[in-house]
Structures are given as structure tokens and as C-alpha cells.
């Protein structure tokens, strides 16, 4: 997948998997990455939204949510956990098909 911003280090390329979050709710959150050396990965994922990026099998997804002001840590989810199952020919931006642990991040 073309990375228009902040492409992941090159020395995790083997470690690269395409993941998927969903926010159910309906309030805003904040997705971000954290435990990735030389990285910085944050977005804005609003309510029904659906986020696909691309992560280190290592990493973890922080979810963030809250008001103007301030937010709080309200999950922090394994990308292992957000993986999207597809063959190797699946194109990235198609709709995917998530493994049964999403459903975990959609509670």
C-alpha cells in the first residue's frame, strides 16, 4: 500500500501487516501508533468510520477518545488483533474482509 505520509521505517518491511479498525461509537477518537521506532502514525477516525493502514505485527493501536479539551486512553488494541484477511491479490482499498477479532475493536 502507497504511503502518502509518515511510510513506515524500511527496516520493518518484513514485519508489515494490513490492518483495519472500525469506530462504533459516537464520539471521535484519535488512532495512533506509538511503539514503532522512527515512526509517528496518528489519525482522526470518526464515528462509523473505517481506518485501513498498514502497521508493524508488533505494533499497537491506541484508541483515544473524548471531548474539545481532552481524551482519554479508552483502548489499546495488538495490530495482530486488526489484521484484514484477503488474498495477496486483494486491492488494500477494497472493502475487507476482517478476521473475528475486529469485532473486538468494534465493541
Not at 502507497?2 to 501487516?17: F, R, T, V
Not at 473475528?100 to 475493536?105: F, K
Request: glycine fraction near 4%; charged fraction near 15%; hydrophobic fraction near 40%.
Amino acid at each position: 500500500m502507497p504511503h502518502i505520509l509518515d511510510p513506515l521505517p524500511q527496516n520493518n518491511a518484513d514485519d508489515e501487516i494490513c490492518c483495519c479498525y472500525v469506530n462504533s461509537t459516537s464520539q471521535i477518537q484519535v488512532a495512533r501508533i506509538t511503539n514503532v521506532n522512527n515512526w509517528y502514525f496518528e489519525r482522526v477516525v470518526f464515528p462509523g468510520q473505517r481506518l485501513i493502514f498498514e502497521a508493524p505485527i508488533y505494533g499497537y493501536l491506541e484508541i483515544h477518545t473524548g471531548m474539545m479539551a481532552s481524551s482519554i486512553l479508552s483502548d489499546k488494541i495488538p495490530c495482530q488483533q486488526l489484521i484484514v484477511l484477503g488474498g495477496d491479490d486483494a486491492h488494500p482499498f477494497s472493502i475487507p474482509a476482517v478476521s473475528t477479532e475486529l469485532q473486538y475493536a468494534a465493541k
